[in-house]
Antibody, heavy 123, light 110 residues
């Protein structure tokens, strides 16, 4: 059974870089048709997609965050990571990683999610 | 950029009633690229529907999705106590480089 687990600091100072890692277990991150994504949810608010990556390293990002986001993959460790630079209090949120299943003509949704990790931006 | 608008913001219903949730896109969306999720407090979202109308693995048949173009609907035929939650629609951009969530609809117990 595929499982995803987020890890990283729960507290980040303003202007610094938020770094999170998602570890994939029970399956390979290198499987075709799977994209690996990051989604966040500020307290009391809705879901916001941050970006996604394919095992080959191909990425796509939310245009509103693109200038501050880097997502990378380490297939040897079965992990993918998020870096969000120049954070402010507005970046305080629960951050989720998730797998999405995508083909050129069909989107099967985000079918496996991590439990989420809370990141607070504060000095 | 496509914007997804969900309505109503909150739906107050009793167990056993039918829930109809709307997701409207600012421009036409392929049905193949529309998904619905359920989220309960303190939990990660759960995939309910993909391809606008296909139920994900393990999802009860009281959940159904429909629609095309700019208007999509999630219907819960008879609400069970565990169905009271927030529901989100999501679209995958036709250029294959973006994902967007709607703002969510909360289904609460009346």
């Amino acid at each position: 059974q595929l499982q995803l687990q987020e890890s990283g600091p729960g507290l980040v100072k303003p202007s610094e870089t938020l770094s999170l890692t998602c570890t994939v277990s029970g399956g390979s991150i290198s499987s075709s048709s799977y994209y690996w994504g990051w989604i966040r949810q500020p307290p009391g608010k809705g879901l916001e997609w941050i970006g996604s990556i394919y095992y080959s390293g191909s990425t796509y990002y939310n245009p509103s965050l693109k200038s501050r986001v880097t997502i990378s993959v380490d297939t040897s460790k079965n992990q993918f990571s998020l870096k969000l630079s120049s954070v402010t209090a507005a970046d305080t949120a629960v951050y989720y990683c998730a797998r999405s299943v995508t083909t050129p003509s069909y989107y099967y949704g985000m079918d496996v999610w991590g439990q989420g990790t809370t990141v607070t931006v504060s000095s | 950029e496509i914007v997804l608008t969900q309505s109503p913001g909150t739906l107050s219903l009793s167990p056993g009633e039918r829930a109809t949730l709307s997701c409207r896109a600012s421009q036409s969306v392929s049905s193949s690229y529309l998904a619905w999720y359920q989220q309960k407090p303190g939990q990660a979202p759960r995939l309910l529907i993909y391809g606008a109308s296909s139920r994900a693995t393990g999802i009860p048949d009281r959940f159904s999705g429909s629609g095309s173009g700019t208007d999509f609907t999630l219907t819960i035929s008879r609400l069970e106590p565990e169905d009271f939650a927030v529901y989100y629609c999501q679209q995958y951009g036709s250029s294959h480089d973006t994902l967007t969530f709607g703002g969510g609809t909360k289904v609460e117990i009346k």
